[in-house]
């Protein structure tokens, strides 16, 4: 028998990647329920929903130095408001405008594939363009769900959300582990 063992920097760095991608999921979902049903909360829940990127900006500032942080920031940032952009046209009806939003929202996860396989040669570009390409279709149903008053497939939603977004979670620290040698 044989044992494999993790470093506790490598586990800080697991449990750090899988927290921020955690919360990504949570206050995404809760800030399409304040924008769909339009609660006293929606302007609390969309701050805290997009101080994500900057949570992900201090860990990846460690990494990969201030200005690459920041470019990840930046495109982070614009997936989040490109998708309350998006969930706001839905639930107004507004198909068209809903078409030329998921357009931007796509192009911008195929931007976050490039710019993670850019950084690290241990980020393969189509591996993280299907694993956000997944993410984007899962917030879109959650989305329709919910406008559509469907709470219980909206939640089976969630739960399978959650599940890839910990994948990618792992896909990050898996990365940065072997790029940066840490055992």
Not at 30 to 42: E, Q
Not at 101 to 116: P, T
Not at 133 to 142: N, S
Request: hydrophobic share 45%; proline share 2%.
């Amino acid at each position: 028998m044989s044992c494999t063992f993790i470093s506790e920097t490598a586990l800080n760095i697991s449990n750090t990647f899988r927290l921020l991608w955690e919360q990504h999921g949570t206050w995404t979902r809760i800030t399409i329920n304040s924008l769909v049903f339009n609660t006293p909360d929606k302007q609390a829940n969309t701050d805290r929903l997009l101080r994500n990127p900057e949570d992900f900006e201090n860990v990846f500032v460690k990494f990969y130095g201030p200005q690459l942080a920041n470019q990840f920031n930046v495109l982070l940032t614009e997936h989040l408001v490109l998708a309350a952009d998006l969930v706001n046209a839905a639930a107004a009806g507004n198909n068209q405008q809903v078409s030329q939003i998921r357009k931007r929202w796509f192009r911008n996860a195929v931007e976050i594939a490039r710019f993670l396989s850019q950084i690290n040669p241990f980020n393969n570009f189509g591996e993280w363009k299907e694993m956000l390409f997944e993410h984007l279709r899962l917030v879109e149903q959650e989305a329709i769900d919910l406008i559509n008053s469907n709470f219980t497939t909206s939640t089976n939603t969630y739960d399978i959300m959650e599940e890839q977004i910990l994948i990618m979670a792992d896909l990050m620290t898996r990365g940065i582990l072997q790029q940066f040698c840490i055992i």
